[in-house]
């Protein structure tokens, strides 16, 4: 009997290892914090060279964040794994907020990419799908990014510090059906359009299943500002000025999406 229960434990506990998941939630608070904690945490991985830095480990009280530490290791990347994901379509995005940590002695980036492994060699291979984010301020940044189809099932988060004892975070991270991106607010199709304005407020990135037709942007005025066709899934407003715009989506069947977004 015991051995049947044992037997019976082991399947679990690999079944348990190599279960995915189809979504995230994770604001890292339920992690043990310092540079000595065992890992995987809750599913996340880590992927660091060995020696003097970088490290990568949780950090915080009350609201904790992961943090990465240069310590005597600059411009050299450390890798933050999300857990083992049902295989991206195309339909998702990721969301987070990133910054320089308080007292870090300098600046660094931050990319996103797929991996095929929580891995040296799984992150060998690693496939960004954001810009190069520069962490060089205390203020907390939020982003929301497309996630493409893809066979790699990991999530990597990819940071480089520029100095000895260079300290950078990210926090509460959420990879689901672009519910955090804006939704079309009048709806005449079947098909909904899901957008997000970038980071550096120079395109606006959308999640479809069909490529629109076209897209039109007037201003809170009601004159047209921009006219065309996304290229990949982005459409180009670095010519538009700050302020309030609607925009008008002709999907693959036709349909008018109706919609607005703010360019700061």
Do not use: C
Not at 45 to 55: D, E, L, Y
Not at 62 to 89: E, S
């Amino acid at each position: 009997m015991k051995l049947k229960l044992l037997l019976g434990t082991l399947m679990f506990t690999a079944f348990t290892a190599n279960a995915q998941v189809a979504t995230l939630n994770e604001n890292f608070d339920g992690f043990t914090t310092g540079t000595g904690a065992a890992w995987p945490q809750n599913g996340w991985s880590k992927v660091v060279p060995p020696g003097a830095g970088p490290f990568i480990y949780a950090d915080g009280t009350t609201d904790k964040y992961a943090q990465f530490y240069t310590l005597m290791a600059p411009n050299t990347p450390g890798y933050l794994i999300t857990p083992h994901i049902v295989a991206p379509d195309g339909t998702k995005s990721l969301k987070f907020t990133y910054s320089m940590t308080t007292g870090s002695a300098g600046t660094g980036t931050l990319e996103i990419g797929l991996v095929s492994a929580a891995t040296t060699a799984g992150t060998a291979a690693f496939t960004s799908i954001s810009p190069v984010y520069a962490l060089n301020s205390a203020t907390e940044q939020t982003v929301t990014i497309n996630v493409p189809a893809s066979a790699n099932q990991y999530i990597a988060f990819k940071f480089i510090g520029s100095v000895q004892h260079a300290a950078l975070q990210i926090d509460d991270v959420i990879y689901g059906s672009s519910s955090t991106l804006a939704v079309s607010d009048h709806v005449k199709s079947k098909q909904e359009v899901r957008f997000a304005v970038s980071s550096d407020n120079t395109a606006l990135e959308f999640i479809f299943k069909q490529e629109p037709k076209k897209v039109q942007i007037y201003s809170a005025a009601g004159q047209k500002a921009a006219e065309g066709k996304l290229k990949g899934h982005q459409f180009d407003i670095s010519g538009l000025q700050t302020g309030t715009y609607y925009m008008l989506v002709e999907t693959a069947e036709g349909s008018v999406v109706k919609s607005k977004f703010i360019k700061k």
